[in-house]
């Protein structure tokens, strides 16, 4: 059941993933009609938010259980008494899954609107309420304390301070207007800070501002699995290598009971600057976040200096996270995808740049774990087969946990080699509405059984390095 339009592109980058949604392997091994099923389903499902929201628990500091209890009752303060379960994952166990409940379709619309930025209409429709900076314009007479319909400006051609706009809108739901219009155009008025206040959304999320601080970080649910598939151990010497936000590297120092040590690179000095003040929250002291190009992260030979930061000698981690930067096509909801298709190709150079270093780093014995948040075969199963073919020293592992399905055929890796990977394809399950009568219906076990297949594109590799002997 599909509420939005499908996710747009431009004609080029259009073109280059039908041609690899029909690729022969794949054709040959589902039949054309089943791959282009697949592949115009997923494109639905792009367009839409995951199924479920997910939140770790930080177990550093509270208990699954504990934190469970309090999150159920902030839910059903929120939601003014509706009874939306909290899960507990039987494989992931310091998850906790919140069903989404919609499209609502009943929902009234408002006089008043207001257009919010693509990625501020993303973040509404997964439960976050709208800021200053996201709102691009609002009726010309809208004053603080007005309900107020929110659409978003999929394609970015709404004018900032536009009292009116004609173009291609997406209603997102009704809220109530925290300032005025004046107060929000004004040179002077308030750049940040809450504009408008959803309270009654298309798809029905919590909201987690401020809501335990501390205790939960907001993850999507293949991200979690690839901190437990590479499975740190307490006095170990961690890398992640691109690690902004650090909701995977403070996940990593959780799994390892904050004992030995986790380096996070990443360039942008404010997203390291992010990683810092997460592991502050999470009170985990053994992170080490440095503002550094992991491209050039090592080192030939020993340094003068005794510092502990980047570049580092080879051979100096025993486990290392690759969660590399990507064309993103996996999120969601996404509906008018903005890269070119030079953009989208920028990526697989880069992706083996870094993980030439990553193998370099890596003591022989150690295990690496490469992932992105994309659907392409380039930057995915073909980044494996590169792998394989330029490291001998590489040998592909079995994932455990293993939730998602196997590689996508396409770049002549092996059935064998294809169950080894996991990638997470919304496509698995039809695009279907949550209400509330129909989850007091539902079982646990099919609940848990769809948040592992309705949620963002992703995809995950591990390998281990032999002995170079």
Known sequence: MSFFPKISFQHEVEEYLTKMFRNNELITALGTQEAESKYQSLLSHLSHPPGFT??????????????????????????KGLCVPVLEHPKLQDILLIPVIGPRQ????????????????YAVLRGAHVYVPGIISTSRFMKAGDLVSVYS????????????FEGVKVFLGNGISELSRREIFSSSGPLNGMG??????????????????????????PSVVVSHILNPQPGERILDMC??????????????????????????ANKVKKIKQNADLLRLNCIKAFCY????????????????????????????LLDAPCSGMGQRPNMAYSLTLKEVTSYQP????????????????????YSTCTITLAENEEQVAWALKTFPCLQLQPQEPHIGGEGMRGTGLSLDQLKLLQRFDPSAVPLQGMDINSLQDSREDDLISLANKDCIGFFIAKFIKLNSK
């Not at 550093?60 to 059903?76: D, G, P, R, T």
């Open 243 to 268: 690690a902004a936000p650090g909701g995977k590297t403070t996940h990593l120092a959780t799994l390892m009971h904050d004992q030995g040590e986790v380096i996070a690179m990443d360039k942008i």
């Open 196 to 221: 408008i206040r959803m309270i009654e959304t298309v798809y029905l999320s919590p909201s987690f501002d401020n809501v335990l601080p501390g205790n939960l970080f907001l993850q999507n649910l």
């Open 293 to 320: 190009d992991g491209t050039k992260a090592l080192s030939v030979e020993k340094r003068e200096d005794e510092e502990e930061g980047p570049p580092f000698l080879p051979e100096s981690f025993d486990r290392i």
């Open 54 to 79: 997910t939140v770790r628990v930080n177990t550093h500091l509270a208990s699954v259980k504990h934190v469970k209890k309090l999150l159920f009752e902030e839910i059903q303060k929120q939601f």
């Open 106 to 121: 009943d929902l009234k619309k408002h006089a008043s609107e207001v257009i919010v930025g693509a990625h501020c209409g």
């Open 350 to 369: 880069l992706q083996r740049k870094l993980f030439t270093v990553a193998v370099k780093l890596l003591k022989p014995g150690g295990i690496l774990v």
């Open 153 to 164: 400006d999929i394609e970015g051609k709404c004018k900032r301070g536009a009292k009116e």
